[in-house]
């Protein structure tokens, strides 16, 4: 399917803690590439130099490694992608549930090509500009797991103590307690958070929350599309709320990206081409 491009203009009052740097700027958004083919995506970023990308979760493609090999040593287009996109503009890029199973070996990986990981924290992008990255509940509870696991054993570290992904994610907490100080912090905040449903759906409810722009994907746009809905996404069933475009908080926006891949072969996307989110402050 071919890649789709969707610009959604936001209005900034330029008067505001940080707002003044944003105007005129753009950024793209790449969520759930799941380790695809980078050259489309790469094209389109090289043909139109976004000012900074924000990438929010599933980059990888989950699967769970043999003995010490790392997740990203066979996840070389994530890899190919986040290069690319440091040579482009600065990248920004938070934990999907696909990198639950990620170790610190990992996160070096990530870190030597440039991009800046944001695992449940936030760095000040340019003057009054806030990113903050909001870790999958699923790659907390991975890292438990784990780290429970290397406790009882008394091992240094086993890093895939478990073949399967944490399951009843639900009952599974996210960290919020680093998301009350950002959402205190003076400037215009921006959060990467892979799952929409954190939006209003479950805690930590970040649409009650001071944060002014919010950037998700797993939705996948619901997979099928009929009548500009989606059928189905992970973490909200049938005919979910969130699957695309712009949603109103409180005190801002969620803007859901429909993704740029499809890791699940046997269900093909349907109305539902990838996409290549750019933002637009004026
Ligand atoms: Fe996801």
Redesign the pocket.
């Known amino acids: 399917m071919k890649l789709k491009k969707t610009l959604y203009s936001i209005n900034i009052d330029s008067s505001a803690p940080g707002c003044g740097g944003l105007a005129g700027k753009c950024l793209a958004v790449l969520a759930?590439f799941h380790d695809r083919a980078p050259g489309p995506v790469l094209d389109m970023l090289r043909n139109d130099i976004p000012d900074a990308i924000m990438i929010p979760?599933?980059f990888v493609l989950g699967y769970f490694p043999e003995g010490e090999e790392y997740v990203l040593d066979r996840c070389r287009n994530a890899i190919t992608l986040l290069e690319g996109c440091c040579g482009i503009a600065p990248t920004y890029m938070s934990l999907?549930?696909?990198e639950c199973m990620l170790c610190d070996g990992d996160y070096d990986r990530l870190r030597a090509t440039g991009a800046i990981l944001l695992d449940n924290e936030w760095t000040e992008a340019a003057e009054g500009i806030l990113v903050g990255g909001f870790t999958?509940a699923y790659a907390i509870s991975f890292k438990r797991f784990r780290d429970e696991y290397n406790r009882r054993n008394g091992t240094e570290e086993v890093k895939y103590p478990y073949r399967r992904r944490p399951r009843d994610i639900s009952k599974h907490p996210t960290d919020r307690a680093w998301l009350d100080d950002f959402e205190q912090a003076d400037g215009y905040k921006i959060l990467l958070c892979?799952?929409p449903e954190y939006w209003s759906l479950r805690e930590p409810m970040i649409k009650d929350r001071k944060i002014d722009l919010v950037l998700s994907?797993?939705a996948h746009g619901g997979q099928w599309r009929f009548m500009g809905r989606g059928v189905f996404a992970?973490g909200q069933g049938l005919f979910p709320k969130y699957t695309g475009g712009i949603h109103q908080g409180q005190y801002g926006s969620l803007i859901v990206s429909r993704g740029l891949s499809n890791p699940y072969k046997i269900v093909p996307r349907l109305g539902n081409p990838p996409e290549v989110v750019y933002l637009q402050f004026e």
């Open positions: 759930d979760g599933d999907g549930n696909h999958s892979h799952h994907g797993h992970p």
